[in-house]
């Protein structure tokens, strides 16, 4: 305590923001940006934590857009080696291998994640499955076939592998609030593996300030 009230912890620099704009068609889930489906700005995933990667090994962007009251999210991976998937009946603790995070504060006043929604999602499961996804350490856990059933993930992988993109398409019921507009939060990170043991080696974040994954006011 002494050591927080001397302000030994410098404060988070401001999180980033962005506007996530409403398209009048709903976005095709393939796993491709197809025109006129994500308009608004490409966000650049930066560096969090782990082993520092160049462009090839780790890099990211995603891009956000909104149909009614669907949240659309497409995020492409740059990745240089594959890391062991996960089984599809093990779809959980993702960041175990190559993953895309996205979390959710509906109303952007959350001091932890018990009233969030995050997500984890797998572009590509053991034995030549496809994407999973499942939630984790938020308000409601467990895979999205019985926790969020109105989620919905694809994947492309590229062949041969430099990477991936996941789509997703999240209902704004889903969470465990209504959106607040104005103040509604957001982060999107991805995970890193580059080996055969299911263990991960870097981290990204949009917002990669502190414990990105379990603090929503970054």
Not at 53 to 78: E, G, I, N
Not at 125 to 135: E, K
């Amino acid at each position: 305590m002494p050591w927080l009230a001397n302000n030994v912890q410098p404060p988070y620099p401001a999180p980033p923001v962005t506007t996530v704009p409403a398209v009048a068609t709903a976005p095709v889930l393939n796993g491709l940006e197809g025109e006129g489906e994500y308009p608004g700005p490409e966000l650049a995933l930066r560096y969090w934590q782990g082993e520092t990667p160049t462009a090839d090994d780790c890099s990211a962007t995603a891009k956000l857009s909104r149909h009614d009251d669907d949240l659309y999210v497409l995020v492409r991976v740059t990745d240089e080696r594959a890391g062991a998937p996960l089984d599809r009946d093990d779809v959980k603790r993702h960041w175990r291998a190559d993953s895309v995070e996205i979390a959710l504060d509906p109303r952007g006043d959350a001091d932890d994640t018990y009233v969030t929604f995050k997500t984890g999602i797998v572009p590509l499961t053991a034995d030549g499955g496809g994407p999973g996804a499942g939630r984790d350490a938020d308000n409601h856990q467990g895979p999205v076939s019985m926790t969020a059933p109105g989620v919905r993930v694809v994947s492309t992988v590229t062949e041969p592998y430099r990477g991936y993109t996941v789509e997703a398409r999240i209902p704004l019921g889903e969470p465990p609030a209504a959106a607040d507009p104005e103040r509604f939060a957001l982060n999107v990170l991805v995970y890193d593996s580059d080996t055969d043991d299911r263990t991960g080696q870097t981290r990204l974040a949009w917002a990669p300030y502190g414990s990105a994954q379990a603090d929503p006011y970054v």
